[in-house]
């Protein structure tokens, strides 16, 4: 049975996927700390966005997210076979049991223009697996796992951007500096 953190949920401020995080992970991570049971913590610790099966340990929340991380890889590595030409069916024979939105939005990412736009379009996707995941559960340690895998996408993003921002300033000064060296 989970444990539910009434005031810890209630007192997180709530989270948009075309937001910026409105707090910082660690910020997060620093009220878990007061607040969360000690098996709880290590269940946090090893919920993040790249979680192996092998690593969920005996949380179901934990293995029903890698599982679902492992099919999109899996599907992921399915169209970059079919992109080269290549039969992906030897290597890959787990991902045929990839559900078939899973299979679709895969296909429409590698449609993207821009690899960020595939990624946001992949996250996307993760972020509605969350959200059917909350569907019956108040103020339960899932809740919290999924307000940490969340939280650690926006935060992916916001780094991205900032990055971004620092290649454009970059650019402008680099810009900048030529227009004045005359050769």
């Given amino acids: 049975m989970s444990r539910t953190y009434y005031y810890l949920i209630a ?12 707090i910082s992970y660690d910020s997060f991570l620093q009220q878990c700390l007061q607040q969360l049971h000690k098996n709880d913590l290590t269940s946090l610790q090893r919920a993040t966005l790249t979680l192996d099966e092998a690593d969920a340990k005996d949380n179901r929340f934990l293995k029903s997210w890698a599982h679902v991380n ?32 899973l299979i679709m939005t895969v296909k ?13 379009i992949l996250d996307r996707f993760r972020w509605n697996f969350l959200e059917e995941l909350t569907q019956g559960k108040f103020f339960t340690f ?40 005359t050769i």
Avoid: C
């Avoid at 492992?70 to 991902?95: F, N, T, V």
């Fill in 142 to 181: 899932e809740l919290i796992l999924i307000y940490a895998l969340k939280l650690q996408m926006l935060e992916r993003y916001q780094n991205i951007a900032a990055g971004i921002k620092g290649k454009e300033v970059f650019e402008t000064y680099k810009k900048a500096v030529f227009e004045k060296v």
């Fill in 108 to 120: 429409e990412a590698f449609q993207a223009d821009d690899p960020l736009t595939a990624e946001k």
């Fill in 70 to 101: 492992q099919q999109m890889r899996w599907e992921i590595a399915r169209h970059r076979y079919l992109k080269m030409g290549r039969d992906p069916a030897a290597p890959l024979k787990e991902s045929a049991s990839a559900d078939e939105a």
């Fill in 11 to 22: 007192s997180l401020p709530l989270l948009d996927f075309n937001d910026p995080p409105p």
